[in-house]
């Protein structure tokens, strides 16, 4: 395969993790292009997001990519710096939990 075709179908995902109605959030580096030092949810290009529940283990940061990590609720994820639309998606996510319909929307 050629190096122009190499990533034709790659796929990369947003993961909302929720541990004890807390949302796991990641600050990035501060080497980072685009966003740097801004907290977002862990994964990719927000191609695809996804939620789950913590099952067990720690948190492992990839070094290039993150260098924090926090577990917040709704109204403490208000506190951080995060990446325009990830609030939205936390909030969206908060709602699906509590067993109510939603769709994309900004939230205040």
């Known amino acids: 395969?050629?190096?122009?075709n190499q990533y034709l179908h790659e796929v990369a995902i947003t993961a909302i993790i929720v541990k004890n109605g807390k949302y796991l959030i990641?600050?990035?580096s501060p080497?980072?292009?685009r966003w740097p030092n801004l907290w977002t949810v862990p994964g990719g290009r927000?191609?695809?997001s996804c939620m789950a529940d913590w099952k067990s283990g720690e948190v492992k940061l990839q070094e290039?990519?993150?260098d924090e990590f926090a577990w917040v609720s709704l109204e403490e994820a208000k506190n951080y710096a995060l990446i325009d639309g990830i609030?939205?998606?936390l909030a969206m996510a908060d709602d699906l939990r509590r067993g109510k319909k939603t769709e994309w929307r900004r939230f205040e």
């Open 1 to 4: 395969m050629d190096s122009q």
């Open 64 to 66: 290039t990519e993150c």
């Open 87 to 89: 609030y939205d998606e």
């Open 31 to 33: 080497n980072k292009k």
């Open 26 to 28: 990641t600050k990035r």
């Open 46 to 48: 927000l191609v695809i």
